[in-house]
């Protein structure tokens, strides 16, 4: 199975900077990623996919996908207390495969 | 995306007996996927269910314990069996629609006494 690494937090940052979330890979054959946010007693829910080399931006998530680095992270800009949560980052393995989590990296975003 | 319904929500259970929890999707898919999530962990996955077919499990995970049913494009269930307090954790499934990326279930939170 394709597996992701993560620090698994907490990661602490003030309300209003920037959370950089990262996720490094062993497989060079993981072409793209999906990023899923979640909640305390939730299920998870997808925030961003990448996949291709460069960062891709929505709203106040910029994911950022460097295959030559094998790595890939989420950008939370203006972080706000209701982004904390523990973030999942999974390779897409294409078609019907399942998706692998790595361990998550759970922010706590203060006010 | 896909929609979808997933019961119970949560049950507290005796150890040794079993717990069924069924995943109905608001629409056709070929696979779906079952996961477990202990108390403070990520998701594991269990097995992979295929319509018309024995579901594929991942090491640690046997068909004994977690039998896995998949009548049709829309259904599936999970059974806990013969359940110890180590089984107490989350089950979720989930599936994939293709550009939606996976959609999971609410999930159902299990605890063993």
Redesign the interface.
Known sequence: QKEVEQNSGPLSVPEGAIASLNCTYSDRGSQSF?WYRQYSG?????IM?IYSNGDKEDGRFTAQLNKASQYVSLLIRDSQPSDSA?Y?CAPDGGG?T???????TRLSVIA | SAVISQKPSRDICQRGTSLTIQCQVDSQV??M?WYRQQPG???T?IA?A?QGSEATYESGFVIDKFPISRPNLTFSTLTVSNMSPEDSSIY?C?V?QGD????????TRLTVV
């Open positions: 999906f939730k299920s998870p829910e997808l996919s523990t999942l019907n399942p998706l692998v989590f790595g361990k998550g | 070929t696979m996927f962990q990520s998701l996955l992979t295929n979720l989930s994939r939606y990326g996976y959609t999971f279930g609410s999930g």
